[in-house]
């Protein structure tokens, strides 16, 4: 997979459950977080989208845990993406943990940008989106 887009992070404390690992619902944060940044690096305002009455739906996430994060690990988040079709778009995610490189979970999500409630295909992503092949 070729990323085109990484930032660095940091687990807190108060991400972990009972057993001292990241909890399984906090990934989608992480995973989150990095597709909101990658669109501010490209030039997409998420915020000014929304004013805009354009929001960014999630349909489907697969994650594929392979290896827990705990408490102060450093972790690098990775994306690629792709448009399927005339409307969705695939960000293909991974986490690796720092020093090591360590593979800590894959990611695929897919989304759909709506407006009024209705699918959109707008251009204003397309800068950002390689089609599929």
């Known amino acids: 997979m070729e990323y ?7 687990v807190r404390d108060y991400e972990c459950d009972l057993q001292g690992i990241v909890n399984n619902s906090v ?6 977080h ?3 940044e990658f669109l501010h ?9 929304c004013r805009e009455g354009i929001d960014a739906v999630v349909t489907r996430i697969e994650m594929d845990y392979k290896l827990p994060l705990r408490p102060r690990d450093r972790f690098t988040v990775k994306l690629a993406m792709r448009k399927q ?17 360590r593979l800590v979970l894959e990611a695929q999500v ?12 707008p ?3 397309d800068r950002g989106f390689a089609a599929e092949e």
């Open 4 to 10: 085109v887009f990484e930032t660095e992070m940091m």
């Open 27 to 32: 990934y989608q944060n992480y995973l989150e």
């Open 34 to 36: 990095a597709r909101h």
């Open 41 to 49: 690096g490209i030039g997409i305002d998420f915020d000014q989208m």
């Open 85 to 101: 079709g005339r409307i969705r778009f695939v960000f293909h995610q991974a986490i690796f943990r720092k020093p090591d490189g």
């Open 110 to 121: 897919h989304t759909v940008l709506t407006r009024a409630g209705r699918p959109i295909a």
């Open 123 to 125: 251009t204003l992503f």
